[in-house]
């Protein structure tokens, strides 16, 4: 499903270069339930950026599915991604101009479906993730835990094949967090490649797979 | 220190009205060290932001150091705000065209430090939050974690009499969020009194009072 061969990524800030991935060969097979875990600044946002086609390597190669993905213009990287890769962002990123509802319907739009049929998929993910009461919230009228948990439900209403979960419960409380994990999991039993970066030790132990990362390396 | 009476505070959304505050009347001493947990929602946010004069209740009074701020105007707020409270935001809330060390100096610049007085002050801030080779990074190069701890440097720089922390360590590594707790409760030996809202079990029982909120009321 996903097959990293000598990544590299680094950032140059003035004289100073960052090596944020150092030499990162992964493969994670389809419907694999993976956690990373790993310091502050080890890497972990840019790997699933990466992964998520919202970033290039500097070297080395990216095949999804089979497809080398690196060399890929970013209208066709973008194609891929919108249609298989769900994204919960560390930062979340919702459209401040947009409601709960319109921010979790936006990918079913771009993917072209009419509104009669997204919007009852849409309610459907925020009501598993207990916000259907702030539907009509924008993101600013929203606590930092439900801003988090729009994030989620856009990520999966177009259940897509890989999902990318970068910290999904860092502002969760633990029963909040549960629940959001439950679903996932439960997406990932019926198929759902899952990768879930987090500084949950709790969260991060369920996976099957765990990873670690430590100064832009990978080590299982 | 902050006397809270019977303080409510509820936000209207079209039809829908959101009890954020309901009925809260909380006293914290001078030098305390304060958590307060709660699920995702309960309004752990919005006392925050009320008690560090970014918000005002709808009804109800607040005195900060025996004196009645609930009435003060937004120049008189800010003003006292800027002098006796660091605010460290769930969203971090950096200026995003300065370096991370320009947003830690911001708050002595405010206070009218001149630039040879403030710049060490400022780098030690960063240094004790392991981030002084991060010092001439923007936020959008840094991590999530990073600009948590950025934000971190930016409220203690002056040392202020009042800390209110909002998930302070949501996105850090167990070991970061360690060093940072230890630094704000050594600062809490020195007299600064400390609140901190968080979901992290572990780090909420080491206050040595722990609040609770649940839809908008406040438990001891
Ligand atoms: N655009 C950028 N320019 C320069 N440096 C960057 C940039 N983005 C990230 N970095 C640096 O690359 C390193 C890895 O960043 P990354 O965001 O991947 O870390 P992370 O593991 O997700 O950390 P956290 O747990 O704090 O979220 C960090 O040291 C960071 O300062
Ligand atoms: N500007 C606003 N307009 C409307 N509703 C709001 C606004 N700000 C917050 N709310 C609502 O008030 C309630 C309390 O929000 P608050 O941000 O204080 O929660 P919280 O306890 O900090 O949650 P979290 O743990 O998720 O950060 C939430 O249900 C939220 O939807
Ligand atoms: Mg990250
Ligand atoms: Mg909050």
Redesign the pocket.
């Known amino acids: 499903m996903i097959e990293l061969s000598h990544i590299h990524r680094n950032?140059?800030?003035g004289e100073q270069s960052?090596h944020?991935l150092d030499d990162v060969t992964l493969r994670i097979a389809a419907g694999e339930y993976v956690s990373i875990m790993?310091?502050?600044?080890?890497?972990?946002?840019?790997?699933l950026n990466l992964i998520g086609l919202l970033d290039r390597p500097d070297s080395g190669s990216y095949r999804l599915k089979g497809e080398d993905v690196t060399s890929l213009d970013d209208d066709r990287q973008a194609r891929v991604r919108n249609r298989e890769i769900g994204f919960v962002f560390?930062m979340f990123h919702l459209v401040p101009r947009l409601t709960a509802l319109e921010n979790v319907e936006l990918p079913l739009l771009l993917a072209g479906m009419a509104a009669t049929e997204r919007r009852p998929l849409a309610e459907q993910a925020l009501q598993s993730m207990q916000l259907d009461n702030r539907a009509h919230h924008k993101p600013e009228q929203l606590s930092g835990g439900q801003r988090q948990r729009v994030a989620i439900a856009r990520a999966i209403v177009t259940r897509p094949d890989v999902l990318l979960a970068?910290?999904p419960t860092g502002n969760l409380d633990h029963e909040s967090g549960r629940e959001v994990i439950h679903i996932l999991e439960r997406l990932n039993a019926d198929g759902l490649t899952l990768l879930m970066?987090t500084?949950d030790p709790e969260m991060g132990q369920r996976a099957r797979r765990k990873l670690l990362?430590r100064d832009?390396r990978m080590e299982e």
């Open positions: 950032f140059q800030v960052v944020a790993g310091p502050s600044g080890s890497g972990k946002s840019t790997l560390q970068d910290e970066v500084h990362m832009g």
